[in-house]
Every structure is written in C-alpha cells, then in structure tokens.
C-alpha cells in the first residue's frame, strides 16, 4: 500500500500530464489505471481532470484533421556604418551608423494529412507576412494558394537565411522591391495560385496572381489594378560528382504596374536568366534581370532597365566561408539612387548606373540556424538622371547574427 507521500506524487504527475493537451488521451488511461489500483477515487481524478482543464496552457494538438504542428522563428540582427560620399560638394549626407532589428519571422505550420498543409510566416519588426499560404503536394508537383513570392528572381526566392552576403544585390533589390519612381517592384509578394513540379531533373512552374506587390496579407481590386498577372519558369537542377548545378530562365507579365507611377495604365514585363554551380567547396552563382517598362523612364519613352551579378563562395573549412559578390545595374533612364540598391546606405542623388561589390566571410557556428556574418560594400551610381548631382559613392561595412529554428 501506498503511503500519502506517494499518493500526491501520483496525482501531481497525472496533473501535469493533464496539462499538456498533446498527451490527452494518455493521461486520462492514467487516471484510470490510477484509480483501478486503487491509489485514486473516482471523485478525485473527476476533480484532477477538472482543474487541469481550468489551470492548463491550450496547445494545438495533432487529431483527425492535423496530423503534424510545428512552430518556427528566424531573428536577424544587424548593424550598418555606411556613408554616401557625392562627388564635387563637401554636403554629403550624414552616414548611417546603427543596430536594428532586420527581420523577426515567427513561423507556424501544420499538416493536414500527407497532401495537404499550410504556412503562415510573420515578421513583427515590419509588421508584414512573409506568407500566408496553403499548399497541396501530390508526388513530384506542388500547388500553392495564398501569399508568397513571385517564381522569378533567383536571389530573391533565395531564403533569406541562407544569403552569403547578407543582404541581396542591388540589381535584384531595384528590379523586386516596392514601386519608387526609379525601383520596379517586378517581383516578390503576390496573391495567387502557384504551381511547380519536377520531371527528372526538369523543373517547371507557373503562377497566376494579382498584379501589384504586397507587403501584408490582402489586396484589393479596382478599376486600375482588377486583372491577373502570369508568371512560368523552367530549368535543369541535380548533382554531379562533386556538387550541384542548377540553371533556368523566367519570365512575368504584369498589367497596369509599368511607366514612372503604378496605376496609369502602363505594363510591365520582367525576364531572369539564372545559373548555380558547385564544386567541391566552391560555389558560383549569377543571375541577369532585364524589364519592359512602358513609360518607364518619362510621360513619352520607355524604359529597358537590365542588371547582372556575380557571386563567388569558398569554404575555408567547415564552420569559415569567404565571400566576394559583383553587380551591376543600367536603368535605361529611368533613375536608381544609391539607397535604392545598397541597403542602409544614405543616397547620393538619381543616376542611370550603380555598381557594387561586397567582399566578407560567414562563421557557421551551427549552419544557418546560428551564425554571424560580415564584410565591407562599396556602390558606386553615375551620369545623372535628375537633380544635376554629379556621381556618388557608399561605403562601408555591414554585418549580421541570425539564430535559426
């Protein structure tokens, strides 16, 4: 028999089962089995169970219809110290020297089933989705439906945990992000339905979404932007002897998003050409963007913008890399400011071209899921668009601590 010590150690460990939604069902065949020995009555497992329910945190658990939930988070934090240097004037911009937040993601997903399941990824530090999406995958093909990046831009669909230098180049940042004046907005966030596959070593997809970006989880249609945008890719991936190779070409076309302002009517279309290969611990990978503007460069003239970079990585050892990255941007009239490409750093007027270079290194400390990086960036913008400034110059160094799970 069970002295009384015991007895409350029992009925404090069928508590705390109790607790935790995910173990229902077995701590109520605890109970039970409690109460056939004896060790329990029947009133105090009713009152045990009673005050688990009003005391117990409420988790998700799997059941019928979910069958799997998991819970994610990606925390980066920056610093920059950049400065703008615009040639011929002493009145440069003040230089950026700070600590941020850049992204904070908190990640949900759940399975429904073996073909069925959804992903709702957000960052609180830009108060935006990353996205809100359900997909169905069946065999060798996947169908999305919800928010989520556009399939075209190869750095830009490249998660951004797993950027070796830190953030995108400025080429694929003009052609992706928000609609300026000068940026394109081409890419990135859209709502719509998504489709890839893979036969053999061909992949293919295509998308038919709204045709503005969004940066949150709704869009809204109207006489200006009340069509869809389409979207198809294809190209080769697999591995050799000693890497991997992947290589392709995509295009987008998007309704009523060209000339200098969304929403006057003009279109837009954007084409990539990409190429990824590995070798041992070598890596080289590269990608050339060009666009359609109607009006992109003024009220009367079109606009042809084109980019191309250039990424080169080595692993020194397991835990080191070293990196080095070239890019180049013409925006064909249409105006690019040194902000507009290399993140953080102040601008330095409207030009036609930007360059940039980063060279730096990664210390791995657990893979992507910890790691710190950092390295020096130096852009360059030149012949000027508007506002009569000569070229400029930025920089300066830029580095990053991401935790992972």
Do not use: C
Not at 248 to 277: E, F, H, M, R
């Amino acid at each position: 028999m069970l002295n009384k010590s015991t007895k409350w150690l029992a009925i404090a460990g069928s508590l705390l089962l109790s607790a935790t939604a995910v173990f229902a069902q077995d701590s109520k065949a605890l109970l039970d089995a409690l109460i056939a020995k004896g060790i329990l009555t029947a009133d105090e497992a009713k009152a045990i169970s009673a005050e688990a329910k009003k005391t117990a945190p409420v988790f998700a658990q799997p059941g019928k219809v979910v069958s799997k939930i998991s819970l994610g988070a990606r925390v980066q934090v920056q610093y920059a110290g950049i400065s703008t240097d615009i040639d011929n004037t002493a009145n440069d911009p003040a230089s950026t020297n700070h600590f941020f937040l850049r992204r904070i993601y908190l990640v949900t997903k759940a399975n429904l089933g073996p073909d069925w399941s959804m992903n709702i990824t957000y960052d609180p530090s830009e108060q935006l989705f990353d996205a809100a999406m359900i997909t169905y995958k069946k065999d060798d093909y996947t169908v999305d439906i919800g928010l989520r990046k556009a399939p075209l831009g190869y750095e830009e669909l490249t998660s951004s945990g797993s950027l070796k230098a830190i953030e995108r180049t400025g080429v694929t940042r003009y052609f992706v992000e928000p609609n300026n004046g000068r940026r394109l907005g081409a890419s990135g966030y859209r709502v719509g339905v998504f489709a890839s596959g893979q036969s053999g070593n061909f992949v293919y997809g295509a998308a038919i979404t709204n045709p503005e970006r969004v940066d949150g989880s709704t869009s809204t249609g109207n006489a200006g932007n009340n069509q869809q945008a389409y979207w198809v890719n294809g190209g080769f991936k697999g591995k050799h002897k000693d890497g991997s190779y992947n290589f392709g070409a995509s295009a987008g076309w998007l309704p009523n998003q060209g000339g200098k302002t969304v929403g006057t009517g003009y279109d837009l279309t954007i084409y990539s050409i990409y190429g990824d290969v590995s070798m041992g611990d070598f890596q080289l990978v590269g990608e050339y963007l060009t666009a359609d503007v109607e009006r992109g460069a003024s009220a009367t003239q079109d606009a042809n913008p084109y980019g191309y970079w250039l990424q080169a990585s080595y692993k020194l050892s397991k835990q080191f890399e070293a990196v080095a990255r070239f890019s180049h941007l013409d925006s064909d009239g249409r105006g690019v400011n040194l902000s507009d490409g290399v993140r953080s750093a102040p601008s330095g007027g409207t030009h036609d071209k930007l360059t940039e270079y980063f060279v730096g290194g990664n210390w791995y400390i657990m893979g992507n899921d910890l790691k710190f990086q950092a390295g020096y960036v130096y852009g360059e913008s030149k012949d000027t668009v508007t506002g009569g400034m000569a070229g400029a110059t930025a920089s300066g160094v830029r580095s990053m601590m991401q935790l992972n799970f």
